[in-house]
């Protein structure tokens, strides 16, 4: 069900959304993240793809024990 929710396509449409929304992503480090330009949605992919990169790990790691 994780990957469902959490998919790159379904990711890609809620970037969108949020972009016709004209909302940037601020990260706690203070980053930012304006989604309306090609910097600001490579950044977005980019997090996307680490997260779940960790999430494979994880995943792993509780299999193997």
């Known amino acids: ?6 998919c790159q396509c379904s990711l ?3 970037l ?3 972009a016709s ?19 600001g949605k490579l950044i977005a992919s980019l997090m996307a793809s ?7 790990l994880l995943r792993e790691r509780v299999r193997s024990g």
């Open 16 to 18: 969108g959304q949020l």
């Open 21 to 39: 929304w004209d909302v940037s992503l601020i990260a706690q480090t203070g980053l930012a993240c304006d989604l309306a330009t090609p910097q």
């Open 12 to 14: 890609g449409d809620t």
């Open 50 to 56: 680490l997260v779940e990169f960790e999430h494979d």
């Open 1 to 6: 069900m994780f990957e469902q929710i959490f």
